[in-house]
């Protein structure tokens, strides 16, 4: 997957749910597989890690983790992700370290917090004492305080950020517990793509942003905040930009910005994309225009079954049109739409609002879908009968990771 793949729109035939749409992915391990999906579903796919991982051989401090749990005998240990898990004997193994955390781990009691954990712990020829039935880091917390752990040893096992709301109440209850950094995450190497991608967000060139990790989100926020652009990017998630993360988890940065976000019921990256599409498809505008069904997507329109892409400018003009259905829209509103779309207020006049309307004409092959009112404006040409189809917020919950 390039930084900015295209996909072009076709008839009803060969027409995908989200093709007219533009989503931008802002992982950094399995992008390739996210942005696959969206786009075997119609999605234009716009790439923008906003981390990066550290190589784990580079990484000083798994390195001195992994001393650390050698030292001394463990008491228990906790994996939370299989790739996490694996990468950190993958990681021991480089080291000549492999063989004595091999032991060490055979010899302890491990407590796999899902079915991934709990694969991978078995693949390693290990076998799990305690896995919870949730896949929650908080069972996993009951079932430790419920048997005790003032004065003994524990093991957590990291995916790219700590877990200070399983770490610390461990430590509250008299625990010393080795924390174990694997993947940790840091920023891009070259922030400009995710640049990129903001501004997008904020000229409503992007329909969906899509979070597969915590930090990704975390990050994605403190780039826009640096560079003067944080409540912009706050507006345009909470209006027009669906945020869609594989789990609560990773929403819990977004959420607590105040950006709304939606989730699917299970943290998995095919059910993320299936989210992404049920959203979407849902908040499309269906309206009857001068005898012919029209669909207005993100970027494109769907006339009787036909995808048309619309350009940025002309389509910020039909997105107000449409939210009129029918009624006249002043030249004056239609101008202030082209100024917000461009991201700055160098449309300085009227005739910028004529040209865009002549270009929407064009890609629509449609002239008499939208109408001239002489010294009033331009409306869509709206059946009497048709009724707009709003946005709908979506239903979709999210399950604990």
């Known amino acids: 997957m390039t930084a900015a793949s295209h996909t072009t729109g076709g008839t009803a035939t ?3 749910p989200l093709s007219g749409y533009t989503v ?10 996210l942005g696959a999906l969206l786009e075997r579903r119609g999605a234009t796919v716009l790439h923008a890690p906003a981390i990066r991982i550290v190589p784990l051989a580079d990484d000083a401090e798994l390195l001195a983790a992994t001393q650390q749990v050698l030292a001394e005998p463990v008491d228990a240990v906790v994996v939370t992700t299989g790739i996490g898990f694996r990468g950190w004997l993958e990681a021991a193994e480089g080291w000549g370290m492999g063989p004595a955390l091999s032991r060490r781990l055979a010899s302890t009691p491990v407590l796999a917090r899902g079915p991934k954990a709990r694969g991978a712990v078995r693949a390693a020829g290990l076998v799990e004492s305690w896995s919870p039935e949730s896949e929650c880091s908080a069972e996993v917390l009951s079932h430790l305080l419920a048997r005790g752990v003032a004065g003994r040893r ?13 770490v610390e109440p461990l430590r509250a209850a008299g625990a010393t517990v080795v924390e174990v950094p694997v993947y940790r995450w840091t920023t891009p190497e070259d922030s400009a793509p995710l640049d990129r991608l903001i501004d997008a967000a904020l000229v409503g060139q992007v329909d969906a942003l899509t979070f597969t990790s915590a930090p990704a989100a975390a990050n994605l926020l403190r780039r826009a905040e640096m560079t003067g652009r944080g409540e912009g990017l706050r507006d345009a998630l909470r209006a027009n930009v669906v945020a869609a993360c594989v789990g609560s988890v990773t929403a819990a940065p977004l959420e607590r910005a105040g950006v709304p976000t939606v989730c699917p019921e299970r943290a998995r990256i095919g059910a993320l994309a299936r989210t992404v599409v049920e959203v979407l498809v849902s908040r499309a505008v269906r309206l009857r225009v001068a005898g012919r069904d029209f669909e207005l997507r993100g970027h494109a329109v769907v006339l009787d079954g036909e995808l048309r892409p619309v350009a940025p400018a002309p389509m910020a003009v039909l997105r107000v049109l449409a939210a009129h259905a029918g009624h006249v829209v002043p030249r004056a509103e239609l101008l202030a739409a082209l100024r917000g779309n461009s991201g700055r207020d160098a449309v300085a006049d009227e005739h910028a609002v004529e040209t865009a309307v002549g270009r929407l004409r064009g890609a629509l092959g449609e002239p008499r879908l939208v109408r001239t009112v002489v010294k009033r404006g331009y409306r869509l040409a709206v059946e009497a009968d048709a009724s707009c189809g709003r946005p709908r917020s979506a239903s979709v919950r999210a399950r604990a990771d």
């Open 14 to 16: 060969d027409r995908t």
């Open 24 to 33: 931008g992915v802002t992982a950094s391990r399995r992008a390739d597989e």
């Open 154 to 166: 524990i093991v957590v096992q990291q995916h790219g950020e700590p877990v200070p709301a399983l």
